[in-house]
């Protein structure tokens, strides 16, 4: 059964938040800018010498293994602390979106913001979801590598063609699963219950319609990057000495919390939070738009 709903009106739906609730918005911003300044500073106290020493030899193809491990082994602790920080950070970011769009009457207030089972179980959803696409993606990879692999040893074109059909077809896989798993985020916190199975048959007959929303939304988040960075970009040159500002920004100085937060890097830290709160709003949005019009009348 083919879907009926708009693909714009799903892929605008961030737009329309953004509009409707703009202290929403900004206090998301504000959030993502103190997570992203406590992210930075956890890196340079805990692992800012380890992770130049790890870019360096990992650039480096003739380094000493046994350096890269080392450096990597320094990291560690530092993703091991991170990563439930963003799991829980995300998880109220999540739970924030969804309520302003699936229950906008509960969230009366700037942020749509609140500590509960809601976001217990989009960490759980975000989990599972991640866990199942790393899987699956694990095993894509595995075997478009021994198609790769099987095409190398073919001549000419043969093996050319093998090699382009294991990517294409694990692309297309990849981008597949990411759909059928979109709606799970929306659906747990609309039913609350993570129920993978019922999430996933409501995209039944609307894959590609789903898929043409989401290539929008995509779309328009893309132009919001560009506008953002056009608004960044003349700032970023005054202050960064011309060019090296760029420099600044793909290769910060990780070895000092001074040689780290340069005016271009706070700058550009302001600016990603506020673009980052935007196109959160519109693929998050997206998601729950669609599982909006998708549910109605399944319930």
């Known amino acids: 059964m083919a879907a009926n709903f ?47 020493t790890l870019a360096r030899v990992s650039a480096d193809e003739a380094a000493d293994p046994d350096a890269a491990m080392a450096a990597a082994a320094a990291v560690a602790p530092l993703y091991a602390l991170l990563t439930p920080l963003s799991l829980a950070f995300y ?84 981008v597949w699963l990411l759909v059928k798993l979109s709606l799970v985020g929306p659906y747990t916190f609309d039913r609350r219950s993570l129920d993978l199975r019922a999430a996933w048959g409501l995209t039944r007959g609307a894959s590609l319609q789903l898929l043409g929303a ?18 960044f970009m003349p700032f970023a040159l005054i202050a960064g000495g011309g060019l090296d500002a760029m420099q600044t920004l793909m290769q910060p100085d990780l070895t000092s919390v001074g040689g780290y937060f340069t005016p271009v890097m706070l700058a550009y830290l302001v600016i990603s939070s506020l673009l980052g709160a935007l196109t959160f709003a519109i693929l998050v949005g997206a998601t729950a738009a669609a599982y909006r019009a998708l549910s109605a009348g399944r319930v």
């Open 6 to 52: 708009s693909a714009s009106d799903i892929a605008f739906e961030g737009f329309r938040l953004a509009r409707e609730r703009p202290r929403s918005i900004l206090v998301w911003a504000g959030l993502l800018l103190i997570f992203n300044l406590v992210g930075s500073l956890l890196t340079v106290g805990l692992a800012g010498e380890a992770m130049t």
């Open 91 to 174: 998880a109220v970011l999540y739970a924030a979106a969804y309520r302003a769009v699936l229950r906008p009457a509960e969230a009366p207030q700037a942020g749509d913001l609140r500590f509960g089972m809601d976001e217990v179980r989009q960490a759980l959803a975000l989990v599972a979801v991640g866990l199942i696409f790393l899987v699956v993606l694990f095993v894509v990879m595995l075997l478009a590598g021994i198609l790769a692999a099987l095409g190398a040893a073919l001549a000419g074109a043969a093996g050319a063609l093998v090699g382009t059909l294991a990517v294409v077809a694990a692309t297309a896989v990849s």
């Open 214 to 231: 989401y290539l929008l939304a995509v779309a328009l988040m893309v132009v919001v990057f560009l506008l953002g960075l056009l608004v």
